[in-house]
């Protein structure tokens, strides 16, 4: 198993994990948003299938957006003078096990991956929060890994989320 970013794939091995949106992504979109530098993908393969992949982009999470007493919770987490409208942040733009790997504990590996790769870059540019919109089904699995919601109610079929790095550093 080796996780590797998606430009240096040759090709991008067969992957299903369900759902086809997440998977039409991967094969029709990942090296478009990359080269347009909208998104970056990481790929977690055996020699001969894929066996997860994530997407991240820069994102930003803002009081204009939140539900008020939400935004109230997530301020308390920031010393007062430093109370600003709006916080950086990194967008796991997609996140997917394949169906054969699913419930085995590579989702948070690989959530932690994530939240362990943010901090690392914090040289060159902060991000205080990991944001998502969930899928209403994986909200409880981001739950578990620590996200909190950022509205009281979803958004269509997605429920907009942040993680806080900073109780990592
Ligand atoms: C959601 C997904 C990424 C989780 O990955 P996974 O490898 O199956 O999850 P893990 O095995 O690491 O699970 C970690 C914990 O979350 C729980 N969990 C995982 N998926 C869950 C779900 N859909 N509902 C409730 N709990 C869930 C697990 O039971 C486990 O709990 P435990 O620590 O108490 O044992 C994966 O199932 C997937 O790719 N689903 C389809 C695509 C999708 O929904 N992606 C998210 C887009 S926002």
């Excluded at 977690?44 to 204009?64: G, P």
């Excluded at 539900?67 to 942040?89: E, V």
């Excluded at 989702?107 to 990991?130: P, V, W």
């Amino acid at each position: 198993m080796r996780l590797a970013k998606l430009e240096e794939l040759e090709t991008i091995k067969p992957f299903d994990c369900g759902d086809s949106d997440l998977n039409g992504f991967l094969f029709e979109n990942a090296r478009f948003y990359k080269a347009e530098m909208i998104a970056n993908t990481f790929v977690l393969e055996s020699d001969t299938t894929t066996i997860a992949y994530f997407s991240l982009l820069n994102d930003m999470i803002s009081q204009t957006m939140m539900d008020k007493n939400l935004w109230r919770k997530l301020r308390k987490r920031i010393p007062h003078q430093k109370h600003l409208g709006s916080y950086p942040a990194v967008k796991v733009g997609r996140l997917a096990v394949s169906l054969e790997h699913k419930g085995k504990g590579l989702g948070r590996e690989l959530l932690d991956t994530i939240k362990q790769m943010s901090i690392n870059h914090q040289s060159i540019s902060a991000m205080r929060f990991l944001t998502v919109d969930a899928y209403l089904a994986a909200v409880p699995f981001y739950e578990k890994n620590g996200f909190r919601p950022l509205l009281n109610a979803p958004q269509g079929n997605t429920l907009p989320m942040y993680f806080d790095l900073k109780p990592l550093v």
